[in-house]
């Protein structure tokens, strides 16, 4: 799943972090532990912290030395997913269960293309190829 960093607070919608984290933490039982660091070059490459599994937590991560104004990656210490946020872009990236599991939870396939539809086109003209960019995302979803 993808989505426009600079349209939220928690740079993703409320409701995709909501059911994500939920998806993490009955997977894996709560309470669970994330691992987050931040991507600037290869020099940050390694300055990876553990935090809990919660919204709180991963705000005051983002709060502290800034770290929302850089490219991080937040991920399940079980290595299950990963959420990659650059400047633009804020990536949800997992397992085929896992993301069948929050997909599920968002209201099906249907209505998370339209979540990503709706922030990443609008109503303009999809002159650059979005759509098929979304699509690619979800395809290894609509298969059984």
Known sequence: MAFDRTLYEDLAPDIVWSCWLAAHNSGVGYPSGLAATRYRNAADSGSMVHIKA??????AY???NTNFLRDHYVCSLGKRWIV??????????????FMRSVTSRLGGIGEVRKMMDDDLI????DVVGLGGYIDGLLDPLSRR
């Open 54 to 59: 919660d919204m709180d937590s991963v705000r």
């Open 122 to 125: 609008g109503g303009a003209v």
């Open 62 to 64: 983002w709060d502290e």
């Open 84 to 97: 990659r946020l650059d400047q633009d872009t804020t990536l949800f990236l997992g397992r085929l269960e």
